[in-house]
């Protein structure tokens, strides 16, 4: 099955949801909040949560200005990977699925280990996710926004 569908058949995932530029800007404290926490922190699994969730809420902005919800992490990639192809690169998207994996690993397992590449990477880059997604908002304009979901909209519900 293809994920966007299964993501958008779950409870928690993928919704449309009013456009919502006031929640985006909130979604972009809490990053701004997060990579602030990163910065501060020294305990490695919190600076790798922190960046984490830095990437997370930075990209959640976007989905906010768009009208999309999810509480599905795995899916909101998904949905970027799908529908945002035009705003970032493949290998941004592929490092916010990498980010994912280790604050996972980081955070709920014991005898896994995120390697010091990636926790490097992830300091490093978080801070420049933030800003990218800044410009993918100033980016969405109405009619972008209505092409994207009516784009997500006939994926969700075209026959196969």
Not at 40 to 56: E, G, M, P, Q
Not at 73 to 85: M, Q, Y
Not at 119 to 140: D, G, H, R, T
Request: include cysteine.
């Amino acid at each position: 099955m293809d994920k966007i569908k299964w993501c958008a058949g779950k409870r928690e995932g993928l919704s449309l949801i009013e456009p919502n530029s006031d929640l985006a800007n909130a979604y972009l404290k809490k990053a701004e909040e997060a990579l602030e926490s990163m910065r501060v922190n020294i305990i490695k699994d919190w600076k790798i949560s922190t960046a984490y969730y830095t990437i997370y809420f930075s990209l959640y902005a976007v989905l906010m200005k768009l009208g999309v919800k999810c509480k599905i992490h795995s899916c909101t990639i998904e949905f970027a990977k799908r529908f945002l192809k035009e705003f970032f690169e493949e290998k941004e998207l592929d490092f916010t699925e990498d980010s994912l994996k280790a604050r996972v690993d980081s955070q709920y397992y014991i005898d896994r280990t995120v390697p010091v590449e990636q926790y490097n990477k992830m300091v490093q880059k978080a801070p420049e996710f933030l800003v990218k997604c800044k410009s993918v908002l100033i980016k969405l304009n109405e009619k972008k926004v209505n092409e994207i979901r009516d784009k997500f909209q006939k994926a969700t519900t075209k026959r196969r």
